[in-house]
């Protein structure tokens, strides 16, 4: 894929994860007025978006090969293998893709 296309899908993808979070985000603005976290919100996520992209795809790839090497091996529990465990460590470094106004409000303004 060229430069050009790739940005252009890149900026795509950004514009349409936008507009898909301003209804939420329009809603909560509607009911306090936290002007800053709604900016932050969509600012962190975008930022955050390559570093969660990277361990989920990266954690999917190593759970794969872990599951596989371990087929058939006695796991934690009676009876089971560990895949259980492996899968559950892959699906929760998978969630969490949009940073809501409330967690930054909570991380980065002080409570009285």
Known sequence: MTKRGFLLLYSTFFFLLMFS????????????DDGPAI?????????????????CVGTQAVSAVTYTATYGVQGNYDGGTNGRDIGEAARKSCTGWIISPDQVKKDYYQNP
């Open 21 to 32: 979070t301003c209804p939420r985000l329009i809603q909560v603005a509607s009911a306090e």
């Open 39 to 55: 900016f932050g919100s969509v600012f962190l996520s975008i930022l955050d978006f390559p570093f969660k992209l990277a361990t």
